[in-house]
């Protein structure tokens, strides 16, 4: 899927499955984004949520993030937060997930972080197989 910076998209670039998130994320934006946290689910790679060009982020739109991080999770999945403005670690902070969730202030930083993860966790289940 190519990059719209207008809506919630999930693509798949070198192995990692990149959800994009507009400058506003709110109810509105909730089925997008559900709609991209299956898509990432489908492709069955680390998954990163880029919030770097978000600048509004309501509770509604911060509760499926988590969620999409709880799916991931009980899918085997590496999952991080990308963001370079203090919003998302403010609103992570407040929800009592900041040191739960994976958070990088970039998207090469978080994407870098999920593939460590990823071969890792391949590694592991390779030896234990």
């Known amino acids: 899927m190519d990059w719209n ?4 998209t999930a693509r798949l670039s070198a192995g990692v499955t990149i959800i994009d998130v507009p400058r506003e994320f709110d ?10 946290r299956w898509e990432a689910l489908r492709h069955g ?11 509004f982020l309501d509770p509604t739109g911060m509760m499926v993030v988590i ?31 900041d040191r739960a969730v994976p958070y990088f202030p970039s998207l090469d930083e978080a994407t870098n972080h999920v593939r460590v993860a990823w071969a890792v966790t391949r590694r592991n289940r390779v030896r234990r197989g």
């Open 27 to 36: 109810l509105s934006r909730a089925g997008e984004m559900r709609s991209a």
């Open 5 to 8: 910076p207008q809506k919630i």
């Open 45 to 55: 790679a680390p998954i990163v949520v880029d919030l770097t060009g978000c600048e």
């Open 67 to 97: 969620s999409t991080y709880e799916q991931a999770r009980e899918a085997g999945l590496p999952f991080a937060l990308a963001g370079s403005g203090l919003l998302p670690k403010k609103v992570l902070n407040l929800v009592g997930m």
